[in-house]
């Protein structure tokens, strides 16, 4: 069964702060995803990493960059926390062309 | 511009009655479409999904239903059960060359089966 780990469920930060989320999958999957959830615009994509060190724009980058040092692990930054990214951020990862499989959530307030 | 739109943000049906959730889309480009189910503190899961090359697809009580010229598909639950309320969204592919896969999602459809 695949399982995709979110390193928190729910994290507080403050305005200005660099904030690290974690993501770690064990299915040896090529593909991996960050998205936003916000109510009634449903899951934006932020960035998405085909291979390690390798990642590409999604619709919503803007305030946000990626890591993916090892192929299991994709790192979500918020380089300088503001409110409008108080949000459900949602990791996911796949084999190529193959459907999503979703950790459980980090629930972020930046306050 | 949302490229994937479910108009309706909730549905409430009886327990034992079919659940009926519709989504729009824009792009001609996507070729594959997929139905994912949230419960509340979790991830979504996938459900069920359709080729555009396909019309219908069945997995027990789900049936997709993809109609290519008016852009639009459905996702039918018979019979729906207490179990099944959740958060319902629809998601289309297009291709990426490094990825194989890109997911536009549609804003989500919060479905209350009542017993």
């Known amino acids: 069964d695949v399982k995709v780990t979110q390193s928190s469920r729910y994290l507080v930060k403050r305005t200005g702060e660099k904030v690290f989320l974690e993501c770690v999958q064990d299915?040896?999957?090529?593909?991996m995803f960050w998205y936003r959830q916000d109510p009634g615009l449903g899951l934006r994509l932020i960035y998405f990493?085909?291979?390690?060190?390798?990642?590409e724009k999604g619709d919503i980058p803007e305030g946000y960059s990626v890591s993916r040092e090892k192929k299991e692990r994709f790192s979500l930054i918020l380089e300088s926390a503001s409110t409008n990214q108080t949000s459900m951020y949602l990791c996911?990862?796949?084999?190529?062309?193959?459907?999503?499989?979703f950790g459980d959530g980090t629930r972020l307030s930046i306050l | 511009d949302q490229q994937v739109k479910q108009n309706s943000p909730s549905l409430s049906v009886q327990e034992g009655r079919i659940s009926i959730l519709n989504c729009d889309y824009t792009?001609?480009?996507?070729?594959?479409f997929l139905w994912y189910k949230k419960y509340p503190a979790e991830g979504p899961t996938f459900l069920i999904s359709?080729?555009?090359?396909?019309d219908k697809n069945e997995d027990g009580r789900f049936t997709v239903f993809l109609n290519k010229s008016a852009k639009h598909l459905s996702l039918h639950i018979v019979p729906s059960q207490p179990g099944d309320s959740a958060v319902y969204f629809c998601?289309?592919?297009?291709?990426?060359?490094?990825?194989?896969?890109?997911?536009?999602f549609g804003g989500g459809t919060r479905l209350m089966v009542k017993p």
């Open positions: 996911a990862s796949s084999p190529r062309a193959q459907p999503q499989h």
């Open positions: 299915m040896d999957h090529e593909n």
């Open positions: 990493s085909y291979d390690v060190k390798m990642k």
């Open positions: 792009n001609s480009m996507f070729d594959y």
């Open positions: 359709i080729s555009s090359i396909k």
């Open positions: 998601a289309a592919r297009s291709l990426n060359n490094n990825a194989g896969n890109m997911l536009t």
